[in-house]
């Protein structure tokens, strides 16, 4: 984050308490050269701050202050807001003065409110903001030069807020550090309610409720860590507080309205012994906490689900190394979303073993733990679903975030079709930039009512209780995601929904669909079912995803010696794309120990070294491989002779533009290539004694098949790869740095901001 030079040369703060004082504190840490002042009723803590450096002079007295002040922050306490401004409403010339107004208040409407009746209108110079950090300490004695650093701080502008008055405030904030993002002012209120004003409302009435019962030294002296971690807040200014639940009052009562009605549900779920209803909401609660603390906390997600950070993340591959040993890459993505869907709508409990834990698959399981749906796990790619039927699922209270998982949004759109409730959506960035309409006009072509974003894109507005009929379509293109989301709506339909494809796709949903008894027919490029039936619970295992298991198998195909074993990987016919364009490379793969795993073929994959060659690679094979050729390019980049791929246009819109991202990469490494709109050709082959191109910087543009793809080419490079903007890796393989390190790959993470380091 680049910060904005702080032009302020005379900052005065009105109350010299914790927060006042910290905002001295870290402007004087980071070497703020102007003045400070501060007014505060109690003189001794105007003195204490100038004895501790904090502040250059102060008074009691607003009057003698604000003259020549460039800007002034109120840090005075909600309900005190007003009468300070109308001091400052008699002494500032607002038309003759630079100087821009802002404060500290945790909520905004009531301050808003105040200055309108002073000012009689919302000063343009006006500012209104709340940093959210703290303490239950308070004083100036107790001022924190890092109280803000890496906090947010939210400021509210309202339309007519004067731009430069808005930069500056920004300036002050980040200058302290903290990161600094707008809202408006009623959904600051609402956000603030329930995440800071309603825990510090519990944790002041346990403490009192407890501390007036006649066990209460009992209570206390044996009370754990929870305890104390949950009513620290407890200690807060009791005056502060009092202020705030007046001023934000109806927004706390919503909130505690919610809260009120959710301990009600737990309480009639313990006075039944319900089970299952009190599983609902632990689980529910505990993975949410550990799932949107990840999404929070990660380099892959920004708060508020808005804004992807890119480039937090940098793969260093060190050239040349080895592949060897006896690996098991992680569970399926494509099985793992299904067997969460289907599990969820079946009836009884469906265990399931392999599941992938990276973050798209988590991403499902959150979005039906909000549904209603009780979920134990994963532990150890173990999780039990306990099914609620086809028509059991509930309205979530908020949209549906899916995180980078096209998957699941595509495959959501025609579950959520046929539900009674009306459902939302959403993504990261990167998954509001892919095209949705290809699921959303036949869906509406079936009944449903669905609003996109413009070109068709995410968030997704799906309208419930709509009437759905089946529907007999032929798809315009090659698509499983497409073909799965109209089969999951046709559950839901009256009569038979029919799809045919112009070129096999992977059948997953077909063939679980009938693991859970629900019959689904086949002849030729044409499937279909029948909407009204049922689905029962049974087991499932997730096979090793094949499309991770390929950037194993190729890093083995290209490198001299090598010779490894994957395990367990699916090998359902629909997607040994990959296997089939090796073996016609010459790649030395073998199929071992093969069986089925509840309908889904498994075999494990042997692989050693033999040199490749060009080919060009069949038309019937592309839908088969359409997400394994970023790191067949690499197989390409080292194999003799020109490899030609046509047909393959559906790259241009994945996770990022893969044939463009893929042959900017080449470029980077000196392999010869053309480029074409639904292609690439590809020429291989040494050029620089024992490596095939040399290293360089690349951009992964967020993709995680572009980074693990150009992570391997570093086994025939004749120099370092740097790989920029890698987080995103973990959505479909958790593990892979480990995975690459064990058989032999020089792989070392590294944070970077994408810029030289």
């Excluded at 003759?96 to 909520?107: E, F, L, M, P, R």
């Excluded at 002296?221 to 001023?247: E, H, K, L």
């Excluded at 950070?309 to 260093?316: A, T």
Aim: proline letters at 4%.
């Amino acid at each position: 984050m680049v910060n904005r030079p702080l032009s302020e040369t005379r900052i005065l703060i009105v109350g010299l308490g914790l927060i006042g004082g910290s905002l001295a504190a870290a402007l004087r840490a980071v070497g703020f050269r102007g003045t400070i002042l501060s007014c505060d009723p109690d003189a001794t803590e105007i003195t204490r701050g100038i004895e501790m450096g904090l502040i250059d002079g102060g008074d009691t007295q607003l009057a003698p202050l604000v003259e020549g002040a460039s800007m002034i922050v109120l840090a005075v306490p909600v309900l005190a807001m007003q009468s300070v401004m109308t001091e400052l409403a008699g002494v500032l010339d607002r038309a003759a003065s630079n100087v821009v107004i802002t404060d500290v208040g945790s909520t905004k409407a009531a301050i808003r409110d105040c200055a309108v009746a002073v000012f009689g209108g919302l000063p343009a110079n006006l500012v209104l903001g709340h940093p959210i950090a703290g303490s239950e300490k308070s004083g100036v004695a107790t001022a924190n030069p890092r109280l803000y650093a890496h906090h947010k701080v939210i400021l509210t502008p309202d339309a007519d807020t004067d731009p430069a008055a808005l930069a500056r405030v920004r300036a002050l904030w980040e200058a302290c550090d903290a990161e600094v993002l707008e809202m408006d002012v009623a959904r600051h209120d609402q956000v603030l309610a329930r995440t800071s004003h309603l825990p510090h409302l519990l944790a002041f009435s346990l403490v009192d409720t407890l501390a007036r019962q006649d066990q209460r030294l009992d209570i206390f002296r044996y009370a754990a860590g929870g305890f104390r971690d949950f009513t620290r807040i407890a200690g807060s200014d009791p005056v502060m507080w009092r202020d705030i639940f007046i001023a934000n009052r109806d927004a706390v009562l919503a909130s505690l309205d919610d809260f009120e009605a959710g301990v009600a549900r737990l309480r009639r779920a313990i006075e039944a012994g319900d089970g299952d209803a009190m599983l609902a909401t632990f689980d529910r609660a505990s993975h949410a906490r550990h799932y949107f603390d990840s999404l929070l906390n990660q380099t892959s997600y920004q708060a508020e689900y808005q804004m992807q950070q890119h480039g937090k993340l940098r793969y260093r591959v060190g050239p040349g190394g080895g592949v060897t040993g006896r690996i098991r890459v992680p569970g399926d993505k494509s099985i793992s979303h299904r067997s969460i869907m289907l599990g969820a709508l079946a009836e009884g409990v469906t265990e399931v073993k392999g599941f992938l834990e990276g973050e798209d698959s988590l991403a499902t399981l959150q979005a039906f733990r909000e549904m209603g749906v009780a979920i134990e796990g994963p532990h150890q790619g173990r999780v039990t679903v306990h099914g609620v039927g086809m028509h059991g699922l509930k309205a979530p209270s908020g949209p549906l975030y899916v995180g980078n998982a096209g998957t699941a949004m595509r495959l959501f759109s025609g579950l959520l079709a046929g539900q009674a409730f009306d459902t939302e959506l959403t993504g990261d960035a990167s998954l509001t930039k892919r095209p949705m309409g290809r699921v959303a006009d036949p869906l509406r072509a079936m009944g449903a009512e669905i609003d996109t974003a413009e070109g068709g894109r995410p968030p997704l507005k799906i309208k419930g209780g709509r009437k759905l009929t089946g529907l007999d379509y032929d798809m315009p293109m090659a698509s499983a995601q497409v073909k799965s989301c109209l089969l999951l709506a046709g559950l839901y339909a009256e009569g038979q929904t029919r799809v045919r494809e112009p070129a096999p796709t992977r059948d997953h949903t077909e063939r679980m669909l009938q693991g859970f008894g629900y019959e689904v027919h086949r002849e030729g490029d044409t499937c279909w079912l029948k909407g009204g039936g049922t689905l029962t619970a049974g087991p499932i295992d997730v096979p090793s995803d094949i499309s991770s298991a390929t950037f194993f198998l190729v890093a083995a195909a290209i490198t001299p010696g090598s010779d490894l074993l994957l395990e367990h990987v699916g090998i359902n016919p629909t997607r040994i794309g990959v296997i089939n364009i090796l073996k016609l490379m010459g790649a030395d793969l073998r199929l071992e120990n093969a069986h089925e795993v509840g309908g889904e073929p498994v075999a494990d994959l042997h692989i050693r070294y033999a040199p490749l060659h060009g080919i060009d690679i069949p038309l019937a094979q592309v839908p088969l491989a359409i997400d394994e050729f970023p790191a067949l390019f690499i197989a390409a980049a080292n194999a003799e002779g020109i490899t030609r791929l046509r047909g393959a246009e559906e790259l241009r819109i994945k996770e990022s533009d893969r044939l463009q991202a893929m042959a900017n990469g080449l470029a980077t490494l000196g392999v010869e290539h053309v480029l074409l709109e639904d292609g690439i050709d590809i020429v291989g082959g040494g050029r620089l004694e024992g490596h095939n191109y040399s290293g360089g910087r690349i951009d992964s543009l967020g993709d995680h098949r572009i980074a693990m793809s150009f992570a391997i080419a570093g086994l025939r490079a004749a120099e370092e790869i740097v790989i920029d903007d890698c987080a995103n890796v973990a959505t479909s393989f958790p593990g892979f740095t480990e995975l690459a390190r064990q058989v032999g790959l020089n792989l070392e993470e590294e944070a970077g901001s994408g810029e030289d380091a």
